[in-house]
């Protein structure tokens, strides 16, 4: 039995299995038909008939998809990609700046730098880093234990080394990771006062890939260790598993080679293989991003989703609040059902060749003129 083409192996755009749908149904009608049992004046009804019918069946078929297919309006995950990976690297240890961001650099992938700012040294060169493209987070004042904290210390850890990083990245820098992977309530406090989102816990199984629905706590993300004993092959295994399942993955890396760079120091060529499948991956669809990059981006997308449309002068417009602190310019990526127009700041966007639509996420407001 002849069966209609399978719509994934023809390409994910409903334009391009349509089609497929017609042929099918009009395959399944042209082998039922008993044409050579009836007389000519039946056979010439029973056409129109079957005509109609198909035309109909055809329809009901193709506006069925389109419903199933196309909501009004879909916020893409990861930056329109398909999976996202985060490479953090802890402690402002110099191998980093030795080793790991030219591999980077050559590899141009872009990392994030969690820094002790009391093992902080080199600031040109950090800032230099910076400059290229990776990211500057806040890894405290003095990677104290939070058991060993007091009420004003947990303030001082968080703040003063916020302040410290910002004046001298001439930056706004709203991204934290616990010494430790130890929070508390006091810490926690401060560290939701001053940023946007924090690397905290060090989870378990799936839950260390963060799904494009799910409702994560912005203050303690998931995150996976490095350990020196691992080879290439457990790390493409947390890459190939990010991008089965469609989901964000942080790696929390330090040293390089020789134990005296840093904890669980990651063989130089291990990290190398790594980064060689990453930038194959990334050819493939998979977003390599900094940590907050991909944070703002997964926050301001869960943001709009749960916006609830209102109807102003015959359009519906989404409202939303930003949250505090939260970094400038994020811009999601948005495609919609055929015959919708979308505004911002009373002018109309404009999609890409590929149907994708830039919102931006400062603007707080989406006007949505038909589709929906
Ligand atoms: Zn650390």
Redesign the pocket.
């Known amino acids: 039995m002849e069966v209609a083409p399978s719509p994934r192996k023809q390409g994910p755009g409903l334009k391009s299995w349509r089609p497929q749908v017609r042929s099918g149904i009009a395959i399944a009608f042209t082998r039922a038909s008993p044409t050579s049992s009836v007389y000519p004046r039946e056979l010439g009804a029973y056409k129109l008939m079957r005509r109609l019918f198909e035309a109909g069946l055809v329809c009901s078929v193709l506006v069925a998809c389109c419903c199933a297919q196309t909501p009004a309006l879909q916020v893409l995950p990861w930056n329109g990609r398909r999976a996202a990976v985060s490479l953090t690297f802890?402690?402002a240890d110099s191998v980093q700046l030795d080793r790991v961001v030219p591999l980077l650099n050559r590899h141009h992938l872009r990392g994030t730098f969690f820094v002790?700012v009391s093992k902080l040294t080199r600031l040109d060169e950090w800032r230099k880093a910076q400059r290229q493209g990776h990211e500057i987070g806040n890894?405290s004042v003095s990677?104290e234990h939070s058991a060993t904290l007091t009420r004003v210390s947990e303030e001082i850890q968080v703040e003063d080394a916020k302040r410290f990083l910002d004046s001298n990245f001439k930056s706004d820098v709203c991204i934290f990771a616990y010494?430790y992977e130890e929070s508390s309530p006091g810490l926690a406090f401060w560290v939701r006062r001053y940023d946007f989102a924090a690397r905290g816990w060090r989870g378990g199984g799936e839950l260390l890939y963060v799904r494009p629905d799910a409702e994560p706590d912005w203050y303690s993300l998931p995150s996976q260790p490095s350990y020196t004993r691992y080879d290439a092959t457990v790390y493409k295994g947390w890459i190939d598993k990010a991008i089965s399942l469609g989901a964000w993955t942080t790696f929390q890396m330090h040293g390089i080679d020789d134990p005296a760079t840093g904890w669980e120091p990651v063989p130089a060529t291990t990290f190398a293989s790594v980064l060689d499948y990453l930038t194959t991956q990334e050819r493939q669809g998979l977003w390599v991003a900094p940590f907050g990059v991909v944070a703002a981006y997964f926050r301001a997308q869960r943001i709009v989703q749960q916006a609830e449309p209102h109807s102003v002068d015959g359009c519906k417009q989404l409202a939303w609040d930003l949250p505090h602190p939260f970094p400038v310019g994020v811009v999601l990526k948005v495609r919609v059902r055929q015959g919708t127009r979308l505004f911002q700041r009373a002018r109309e966007l404009h999609p890409d060749r590929h149907g994708i639509y830039s919102v931006s996420f400062d603007a707080r407001e989406l006007v949505i003129r038909g589709g929906l």
């Open positions: 802890d402690d002790t890894h990677h010494p």
